[in-house]
Structures are given as structure tokens and as C-alpha cells.
């Protein structure tokens, strides 16, 4: 099947990705990579150490370790410029504003971490609702249709 009649095969456009969109794919790779390493931490601890419950800390490490494949992938659709992409990293973004405020309402060392990922969250989707991302992905936004006559 040629490029031609295979509608999910994107040819390389002559425009290079914009910066903006690259930033955006690394803020999410890097929200993913987090959640990996979280898990994994999470999962070791509660295999070797000692944790209040040990089951409740194995499989809080798995589930974060799966959560992290969606800004995972979305980053890699994002650095391959899918337009599907953007609906994840979107979705992870919001999602990481709630558990920001938790961290930032703790009387912790967890508030630090709180600001970072508030910070990596808003930029982030500023980065993604930003019109060179979006032309970027191919997404038209309301009113651009074209007419399909």
C-alpha cells in the first residue's frame, strides 16, 4: 500500500517541528519519565523494605508505572507530530494540577515538588493550546473547516 492510499502514514512536511511543540513533548516525557521512576521506587520499596502495607505499596507502584504511558506516548506522538497526541498530554496536564495543589497543601518536603509540577503542568499546556502547536499537529480549530464539496 503506498503512501498515498494509507491515510495514517504522515509525510515528513517540509517545516521542521516547531520549538514550541518539541518543549511541549519534552515536559511530558519527563512527567512519564517521573512516574516510571516513582513506580519503580514505590514497587522496590514495598518488595524490600518494610511499608505499612506491603500490597498497597506494590500496587501503587505498578499503577503509577502504567499511568506513565499516557505522557509517555503522547510525547512520542507529540515529537512525531500526531494530532492525536495532544488529547493525552492535555488530559495529563490537568490531571497533575490536582495532585500539585495536594503536594503544595503539605507540610513537607512535598512542596517543592508541588510548585515543579504545577510550573511543568501549566507550561506545559500553554505550550499545547499555543496555534503553531496546534497548525503544527494538523488540528483545526472551529470555524477553519474546510468545506468539503
Known amino acids: 500500500m503506498s503512501a498515498e492510499q494509507n491515510p ?21 516525557g519527563l512527567e512519564g519519565l517521573a512516574l516510571v521512576v516513582g513506580g519503580v521506587w514505590m514497587f522496590v520499596l514495598g518488595l524490600t523494605g518494610s511499608p505499612d502495607d506491603r500490597q498497597q505499596a506494590v500496587t501503587g ?3 503509577l508505572i ?34 500539585a495543589y495536594s503536594l ?10 508541588g510548585i515543579a509540577l504545577a510550573v ?15 497548525r503544527a499537529l494538523g488540528i483545526r480549530g472551529p470555524g477553519n473547516v474546510q468545506d468539503q464539496k
Open 104 to 113: 503544595l497543601q503539605a507540610d513537607s518536603v512535598a512542596i517543592p515538588g
Open 61 to 63: 507502584g505498578v499503577t
Open 120 to 134: 511543568v503542568a501549566v507550561a506545559a499546556l500553554v505550550l499545547l493550546v499555543n496555534p503553531a502547536t496546534t
Open 8 to 28: 495514517t502514514h504522515r509525510t515528513p512536511d517540509t517545516q521542521s517541528r516547531p520549538v514550541r511543540l518539541t518543549a511541549a513533548a519534552a515536559l511530558a
Open 66 to 99: 502504567v499511568l506513565a504511558l499516557l505522557p509517555l506516548l503522547a510525547a512520542r506522538g507529540l515529537l512525531l507530530r500526531r494530532s492525536w497526541s495532544r488529547g493525552p498530554a492535555v488530559i495529563t496536564q490537568i490531571m497533575a494540577l490536582p495532585v
